[in-house]
């Protein structure tokens, strides 16, 4: 074993007895003391179906570490459930969740000087905080991702969760009754696991295997196959491995790593949300990264997956297709994914991908081939102008008319916005404003599916454009803009809009802009008064006051010392 494992600073020596004493309490014999302790952060809970099988790939993971000659120490950590606290004050917490996982697996790992860590997650925000801790404190590491929900049925169609909120505006408009609303959420989600889209659980899943802190395949499995526990095991015997050779995520979270990421969320249609986790990463392990590498990755990279929720698949039927690694095979190919990249296995991505088929089986159509994508450019584009000097982020797969000029509906949180919508207050061509929802006004920067889904159920997908300085979820497409920065808690330019104010959205030419007169902007900027923060006690309170720009990825270590 190499002398600098962490954790024979507790295990060793007559002056450390008492540390010792502790660890055989929990398990360790006289000959475990030289093993590398092993963490398994294990983010299982009932409180969501993403979560509720990760009990089971912990326990798995703990027997490979043992048989591999670890010792493991498993330990808990959080999730909120997005899906559950959509549309609520509770989604508030979401985003600060991802801070509260990344700090408890920081603060466990370090303060118990654990040699390596396996973190297993389900719901949106374990991903990213895992991930965030992993770059943090570059120890031998690896993310088990918890797996996918397969798809709910109902006449002949499959349902995600998404389904259930697009037909809440589909029973609002009147388009469906009473009991088709109750049908559909009665089949939506059959199971355990993410959300079954390309939503952000599937996406930050993808992009991990991609950066190679997952193991291949691993970000498509569906929670409840066989395949999952054993790639947990797996996953497992691979990190004890790397611990013996200290394979670092600073050797795999590289520059190159993350470009490959943003290569394969453009290719699979992924979620907005990576792009906010992405930098969030990057800033933590010291790779340097800003919204317009995003932009140049999506000029050259096409998508060339056919994934729900513009699309017609399920992650699952990606994995059946050949899942990530033939999309990165047919990347690879291209000279759009950078082969010499290391990975956790020791291996780099050209060696994982040696056996991989270059074009996609003629069987399946989740994977378009390379001639005939889905779109020519990827679809997370990050737009600028007036209304968002530091930037902001547009998804627009799927978005038959990628331009809109309107005039702006101002509301001041996302149920305003909601009521509106249901009520049917909101027309074609308008362009509906959600602000003091970013990081620090919301705060927790909430997702807006609920008021996207109501806009495409109420058939106003393609006729009206939605800006807002929160996210949205995974599951939202149409003419959305989110992430707008600055936010307009601290003075930004959305918080500036009025009533009826002419706003241009413009997916071709990056543009968001208000067509107001600097003059006018000025005058309104002058008068402007912060509003007074909306907790004052407790994590919300303490996030606002810590929380970066959603423009270098809403952290909140920036700045500390």
Same mark, same amino acid.
């Given at each position: 074993?190499?002398?600098?494992?962490?954790s024979q600073a507790v295990t060793q020596g007559v002056q450390r007895s008492p540390n010792r004493a502790m660890l055989r309490a929990v398990g360790f014999g006289d000959n475990d003391f030289t093993k590398p302790i092993v963490g398994v952060a294990n983010g299982y809970s009932t409180i969501t179906p993403c979560n509720m099988g990760l009990n089971g790939l912990a326990q798995r993971a703990e027997a490979a570490v043992r048989t591999a000659g670890g010792m493991p120490q498993i330990f808990g950590t959080i999730t909120i459930s997005d899906g559950i606290s959509m549309g609520t004050e509770g989604m508030k917490y979401s985003l600060v969740s991802r801070e509260v996982i990344a700090d408890s697996i920081e603060t466990v790992c370090n303060g118990q000087s654990l040699d390596g860590v396996l973190a297993i997650g389900g719901c949106d925000k374990n991903m990213p905080g895992a991930v965030l801790a992993i770059a943090r404190m570059n120890i031998p590491a690896i993310f088990v991702y918890g797996g996918t929900i397969k798809p709910g049925h109902l006449d002949g169609r499959?349902?995600?969760?998404?389904?259930?909120?697009?037909?809440?505006?589909?029973?609002?408009?009147?388009?469906?009754?009473?009991?088709?609303?109750?049908?559909?959420? +009665?089949?939506?989600? !059959?199971?355990?696991?993410?959300?079954?889209?390309?939503?952000?659980?599937? $996406?930050?899943?993808?992009?991990?295997?991609?950066?190679?802190?997952?193991?291949?395949?691993?970000?498509?499995?569906?929670?409840?196959?066989?395949?999952?526990?054993?790639?947990?095991?797996?996953?497992? =015997?691979?990190?004890?491995?790397? &611990?013996?050779?200290?394979?670092?995520?600073?050797?795999? =979270?590289?520059?190159?790593?993350?470009?490959?990421?943003?290569?394969? &969320?453009?290719?699979?249609?992924?979620? $907005?949300?990576?792009?906010?986790?992405? =930098?969030?990463?990057?800033?933590?392990? #010291?790779?340097?990264?800003?919204?317009?590498?995003?932009?140049?990755?999506?000029?050259?990279? !096409?998508?060339?997956? *056919?994934?729900?929720?513009?699309?017609? @698949?399920?992650?699952?039927?990606?994995?059946?297709?050949?899942?990530?690694?033939?999309?990165?095979?047919?990347?690879?190919?291209?000279?759009?994914?950078?082969?010499?990249?290391?990975?956790?296995?020791?291996?780099?991505?050209?060696?994982?991908?040696?056996?991989?088929?270059?074009?996609?089986?003629?069987?399946?159509?989740?994977? +378009?081939?390379?001639?005939?994508?889905?779109?020519?450019?990827?679809?997370?584009? &990050?737009?600028?102008?007036?209304?968002?000097?530091?930037?902001?982020?547009?998804?627009?797969?799927?978005?038959?008319?990628?331009?809109?000029?309107?005039?702006?509906?101002?509301?001041?949180?996302?149920?305003?916005?909601?009521?509106?919508? =249901?009520? #049917?207050?909101?027309?074609?061509?308008?362009?509906?404003?959600?602000? @003091?929802?970013?990081?620090?006004?919301?705060?927790?920067?909430?997702?807006?599916?609920?008021?996207? %889904?109501?806009?495409?159920?109420?058939?106003?997908?393609?006729?009206?454009?939605?800006?807002? *300085?929160?996210?949205?979820?995974?599951?939202?497409?149409?003419?959305?803009?989110?992430?707008?920065? !600055?936010?307009?808690?601290?003075?930004?330019?959305?918080?500036?809009?009025?009533?009826?104010?002419?706003? $241009?959205?413009?997916?071709?030419?990056?543009?968001?802009?208000?067509?107001?007169?600097?003059?006018?902007?000025?005058?309104? +900027?002058?008068?402007?008064?912060?509003?007074?923060?909306?907790?004052? +006690?407790?994590?919300?309170?303490? @996030?606002?006051?810590?929380?970066?720009?959603? %423009? &270098?990825?809403?952290? $909140?270590?920036?700045?500390?010392?």
């Open positions: 074993m190499p002398e600098n494992l962490r499959d349902l995600t969760v998404v389904s259930a909120f697009e037909a809440v505006g589909e029973y609002s408009a009147g388009k469906i009754s009473e009991e088709q609303l109750l049908a559909v959420e +009665r089949n939506a989600c !059959p199971g355990a696991g993410s959300c079954g889209g390309m939503y952000t659980a599937n $996406t930050m899943s993808s992009a991990f295997e991609a950066m190679g802190i997952s193991l291949m395949y691993s970000s498509t499995m569906a929670a409840e196959d066989a395949e999952k526990a054993d790639s947990a095991e797996k996953s497992a =015997l691979v990190l004890v491995e790397a &611990i013996r050779k200290q394979i670092l995520p600073s050797q795999i =979270l590289t520059r190159k790593a993350f470009e490959n990421a943003i290569a394969v &969320i453009m290719a699979v249609g992924g979620s $907005t949300n990576s792009v906010l986790h992405l =930098l969030a990463i990057a800033n933590a392990i #010291g790779v340097p990264l800003t919204l317009d590498d995003f932009e140049t990755i999506r000029g050259k990279v !096409p998508v060339l997956c *056919d994934l729900k929720p513009s699309g017609r @698949y399920v992650a699952t039927d990606l994995h059946r297709a050949g899942g990530i690694p033939q999309v990165m095979k047919m990347l690879l190919v291209k000279g759009l994914i950078h082969g010499d990249a290391l990975t956790i296995t020791g291996q780099t991505v050209e060696e994982l991908l040696a056996d991989i088929p270059e074009t996609p089986s003629p069987d399946q159509d989740v994977i +378009r081939p390379w001639e005939n994508p889905m779109y020519q450019q990827g679809h997370l584009a &990050i737009l600028k102008g007036n209304l968002a000097t530091e930037g902001a982020v547009a998804k627009i797969t799927g978005v038959k008319k990628p331009s809109i000029t309107g005039p702006a509906r101002v509301f001041e949180s996302e149920e305003e916005c909601l009521d509106a919508i =249901l009520a #049917g207050k909101i027309q074609a061509g308008d362009v509906v404003v959600v602000r @003091y929802e970013g990081p620090k006004g919301g705060p927790g920067m909430r997702e807006m599916l609920a008021p996207t %889904s109501a806009i495409i159920g109420a058939g106003l997908g393609d006729s009206v454009g939605l800006i807002t *300085d929160g996210r949205f979820s995974g599951g939202t497409f149409g003419l959305v803009v989110g992430h707008v920065a !600055p936010e307009a808690a601290v003075g930004g330019a959305i918080a500036l809009v009025k009533e009826g104010d002419s706003i $241009t959205i413009d997916a071709h030419q990056r543009l968001l802009q208000i067509n107001v007169s600097e003059e006018e902007l000025a005058q309104r +900027r002058a008068q402007w008064q912060p509003p007074a923060p909306r907790y004052q +006690r407790g994590v919300l309170a303490k @996030y606002a006051q810590l929380v970066s720009s959603s %423009s &270098i990825g809403a952290v $909140t270590d920036l700045n500390l010392g």
